[in-house]
């Protein structure tokens, strides 16, 4: 084994994370779908976000294709950002369905890919305010 005469001072670390414009763009480009109804002073609901990479491909410099899909679903699992930006997404559209301002929210969300295709299933249970 060969022993190092010289050594860095730095120490360097690569980290990958989705553009604040790249989120911007993949939630402007996605399908939304939601349901959800009113029972008493509780609201119960489901958004679907359907994000489909390949359409964002005119506006992003690097390939759509699985490869990028599958660096996305590990990146939506770990990033608080896009979590938090998916929170708010399902909130604002359970307060449309409800037609009232909901408190304490409670939600759960779900992830899957298939190919470029991106799906994240959002449940919501809210109490109704006035």
């Known amino acids: 084994m060969v022993s190092a005469r010289r050594v ?4 360097r670390e690569i980290r990958v994370r989705l553009s604040s414009a790249a989120l911007e763009i993949m939630f402007d480009l ?7 109804q009113v029972d008493d002073d509780s609201y119960f609901g489901s958004t679907m976000v ?3 990479i390949s359409r964002a491909a005119a506006m992003v410099t690097d390939t759509c294709d699985t490869t990028a899909s599958r660096r996305i679903e590990h990146l ?8 938090a930006y998916a929170h708010s997404l399902a909130k604002a559209e ?8 909901l408190a304490e929210p409670q939600i759960d969300c779900q992830l899957r890919r298939s190919g470029t295709h ?3 299933d959002i449940d919501i249970e809210a109490l109704v305010t006035t």
């Open 94 to 101: 359970a307060q449309r369905l409800a037609g009232a301002v």
């Open 76 to 83: 939506l699992e770990t990033d608080e950002r896009i979590r």
């Open 30 to 36: 996605a399908a939304v779908l939601s349901e959800g």
């Open 50 to 52: 359907t994000i489909d």
């Open 8 to 11: 860095s001072l730095f120490e």
């Open 118 to 120: 991106l799906h994240l």
